[in-house]
């Protein structure tokens, strides 16, 4: 793609990592007071882990993203949720509601 979204609204807040937390880039989810942990399969999607070290994880709440996604996803608004193995899906059920700005290359790129 020859354009970018990065930077866009970014958001970015520190949280304690639960000791599952152990990587950067991944969906998350708040597990107690001022804590993460990655988000499983089905839960809503907080943000993105965007640096995990020493305890404690950068996490963005805001702005554009692209992860890596599970099974088909459409442009415009989506409901999108954590799908295993640290991706993201479209659920017609689940998650939030998002705009899905694109869809390339097995990632998603949509604006939390």
Do not use: W
């Not at 020493?54 to 608004?77: D, F, H, I």
């Amino acid at each position: 793609m020859n354009i970018s979204f990065l930077g866009y609204g970014e958001r970015i807040v520190t949280f304690s990592a639960d000791s599952s937390l152990t990587c950067a880039g991944v969906p998350v989810k708040v597990t107690d007071n001022g804590t993460v942990s990655p988000s499983g399969d089905g839960d809503d999607i907080c943000g993105i882990a965007v640096s995990v070290s020493n305890g404690y994880a950068s996490v963005q709440l805001g702005g554009y993203v692209s992860v890596p996604m599970s099974g088909t996803v459409n442009v415009g608004y989506q409901n999108l949720c954590a799908a295993a193995g640290g991706k993201v899906k479209a659920d017609a059920t689940k998650g939030r509601k998002l705009l899905v700005l694109d869809v390339t290359n097995g990632n998603v790129g949509f604006i939390l």
